[in-house]
């Protein structure tokens, strides 16, 4: 089965209308504001009791899951390690989300992305995609400075919301097609890239193998 092409610039694979940002030319929608997170309330003042005279040993703490460690390899990117490490994770937490295995950085496709995205920065910031790409790809463009890498990922994922379960359809697929690649059940490489143009950010990631197949579910 042919996975579909986008011709409006928004993503290959399957595309998605650009969805508008607010002080932005983008493809995706804006990512939420951050929330900041509430202060720790105070710990309560213990009271003043007499020691027991043999008090058992404390339990450990549970160990949580480790950090995911950073690539070792991250191929020709743009993005700073730290930028990789949460792009990947972000991808991972979303796609965890809805039972689905993780994605792991290929630095092929990094490189791959990196290459397309200082095209798109050399060409007046269009958006577009290349025509004849063999993996899925989704783009982002906003104000450099104020949105990141991250961000873009958190803009994919909010067209969560526009996806109403069930295999994609040629009449439906556009709303919620960057969301649906995000979390692809066969894809397992992801590569990313960025660049800026008239101070925008651009960024570019690719997956492998591709989503966005017309009649199959996501996962």
């Not at 011709?7 to 940002?21: C, N, P, Y």
């Not at 200082?118 to 104020?146: P, V, W």
Request: charged share 20%; aromatic share 8%.
């Amino acid at each position: 089965m042919k996975s579909l092409r986008c011709g409006d610039g928004s993503f290959s694979g399957v595309a998605v209308a650009g969805l508008q940002l607010l002080l932005l030319a983008a493809c995706a929608t804006q990512a939420p504001a951050p929330v900041t997170p509430p202060q720790k309330k105070p710990s309560a003042s213990a009271t003043t009791q007499p020691k027991p005279a043999a008090p058992p040993a404390p339990k450990p703490a549970p160990v949580g899951p480790r950090p995911e460690a950073l690539p070792t390899k991250l191929g020709a990117t743009r993005m700073t390690p730290r930028d990789v490490q949460a792009v990947t994770v972000h991808h991972n937490k979303v796609r965890a989300a809805v039972g689905v295995g993780p994605l792991k950085w290929s630095p092929t496709l990094a490189t791959y992305s990196q290459k397309w995205a200082d095209h798109l920065a050399g060409s007046s910031c269009k958006m577009e995609h290349r025509s004849d790409s063999q993996y899925g790809e989704n783009i982002f463009r906003g104000t450099a400075g104020y949105f990141n890498a991250v961000d873009a990922a958190k803009a994919w994922e909010s067209e969560k919301k526009f996806y109403k379960g069930g295999a994609l359809k040629q009449s439906s697929w556009k709303p919620a097609g960057h969301y649906t690649q995000m979390v692809w059940r066969d894809t397992r490489m992801l590569g990313c890239g960025e660049a800026t143009c008239n101070k925008m950010l651009i960024v570019v990631c690719n997956y492998d193998p591709p989503g966005n197949y017309i009649g199959r579910k996501p996962y």
